[in-house]
């Protein structure tokens, strides 16, 4: 049996590098670092990989020349040359990277006779549907609200956390039925929403806090009732939405009441904070009708003087994109479903952002050369995402080793993909699938991909 050998590494400048193709063989040594795959045992299904359509990416998107923008479409939403994304998300309203605050009615409308979308139609909505006839069908978009509209929280302004006034729990609700309907009105269907982003942060940009009861009953008591009223049961409604340190506790809170739960499709999480991975696995293994997906995450920058040694942090470390795979693995392997990263494009400073809250994306477009930066993790969610289709299966894999990371899935049609990723100093790994191995010599600061069957 052979397999297919796909690599990036850190100081050859090798990205998604076709190798030698892999001999398995009955009797193969065993190294102390060992991955062995048993694709007998099955788990969740795949269902993709996306990004986040933020107004800065929308914005810095229409700062490029056309070819460019081309460019960076194939880029994400072309699977043969790009990473073959599929999943998006976007903002109800404003967001930290947005140019600024805005929300879609007139200060103190609580009947919302003012809502008026047409805010999106300069930028954000166009790039969509570029992406959309890329891809040959609508993006499966989750949305997500930063804040309600000032007027309606106690801190009377969108930023700053506040919470959500109980006068105007039905009207909020209200707002998001408007949103999907004025939405696909103009040919962007939505497949999602979350409650809330980020429900336990008070930030300095849009934010609003729930604790986990709030959530609950808004959730039982207006926002799940409003969806079935106005005709949208089949959307998916995500609650949390935030970090993974707390996400048990807060997900027991909501799906131990039944009639808050039958509301709900599943628990999204982000990556800030911990990579308590196992929560996400007993999120499932107490609630397993409920599904998992990972709905943000970016490395936040930092001065760029700082030392590089820990290879992560700053624009371009390698360690930025090591970081997403280790995620994405982490993930994967307990039981989330899809993986959306956080804004698609920035630019070369990181924004642009309204309260200077910068970040790297997987691509960035400099201003000055104009020309597109491709980051390492864009090289590291395309292991993922180029090999693993819609529809597959995660099956049983376990690792012996320090610093090596592995998951694995079938493909509808058959093909088996083990992706590996090496952080450490690994010298040889023994990669059993079914039963058939191989030693391997896996270059340290590395990820690759195998794929059993092509």
């Known amino acids: 049996m052979k397999a297919k050998h796909y690599r990036t590494l850190e100081r050859t400048g090798e990205r998604w590098a076709e190798k030698t193709p892999v001999q398995f063989k009955s009797h193969y040594k065993v190294q102390p670092s060992l991955i062995a795959v048993n694709s007998r045992e099955t788990f969740q299904t795949h269902i993709g990989f996306g990004g986040a359509f933020t107004e800065a990416a929308a914005y810095t998107y229409h700062e490029m020349p056309k070819a460019l923008q081309e460019e960076f479409i194939k880029a994400y939403f072309d699977k043969q040359q790009g990473l073959g994304y599929e999943l998006g998300r976007i903002a109800i309203h404003s967001c930290d990277f947005a140019l600024g605050n805005y929300s879609y009615i007139e200060e103190g409308d609580s009947e919302l006779n003012s809502f008026d979308l047409s805010h999106e139609e300069q930028w954000l909505i166009p790039m969509i549907k570029h992406a959309a006839k890329q891809l040959g069908k609508p993006i499966t978009m989750l949305a997500s609200p930063w804040s309600p509209p000032g007027f309606m929280k106690t801190n009377g302004e969108m930023n700053y956390g506040g919470k959500l006034l109980a006068e105007y729990q039905q009207s909020w609700a209200n707002y998001y039925a ?14 999602g929403i979350s409650i809330q982003n980020e429900p336990e942060a008070d930030q300095i940009w849009d934010s609003c806090f729930y604790s986990a009861e709030e959530e609950r009953d808004f959730i039982k008591h207006y926002l799940g009732p409003t969806m079935h009223a106005a005709g949208y049961q089949d959307k998916a409604i995500i609650i949390w939405d935030h970090n993974r340190d707390v996400i048990v506790e807060r997900a027991a809170t909501v799906l131990s009441d039944p009639e808050a739960a039958k509301y709900v499709w599943g628990v999204g999480n982000h990556w800030y904070v911990s990579e308590d991975f196992e929560n996400l696995s007993m999120v499932h293994h107490l609630y397993p009708d409920t599904h998992l997906i990972f709905t943000e995450g970016c490395v936040e920058l930092t001065d760029s003087s700082v030392d590089k040694d820990d290879k992560s942090g700053y624009l371009g470390a390698w360690g930025n994109g090591e970081r997403y795979g280790r995620n994405i693995i982490g993930d994967f392997n307990n039981y989330s479903e899809g993986w959306i990263d956080w804004n698609l494009l920035l630019n070369e400073q990181g924004g642009p952002n309204h309260v200077e809250n910068y970040c790297e994306a997987p691509i960035m477009y400099n201003r000055q050369t104009k020309c597109l930066i491709y980051n390492n993790s864009y090289y590291y ?6 090999y693993i289709d819609i529809g597959a299966k995660r099956i049983k894999t376990q690792v012996s080793g320090e610093n090596l990371h592995a998951v694995s899935f079938i493909n509808t049609d058959g093909k088996r993909v083990v ?18 191995g191989a030693e391997l010599s896996l270059a340290n600061n590395s990820i690759n991909t195998f794929v059993f069957g092509e």
């Not at 408007?178 to 497949?191: A, D, L, S």
């Not at 969610?381 to 180029?386: N, V």
């Open 419 to 436: 992706v590996v990723q090496n952080e450490g100093h690994v010298a040889k790994v023994t990669l059993v699938v079914d039963g058939l």
């Open 381 to 386: 969610i395309g292991h993922f995402s180029r």
């Open 178 to 191: 408007k949103f999907i309907e004025q939405m696909e009105e103009r040919g962007v269907p939505i497949w």
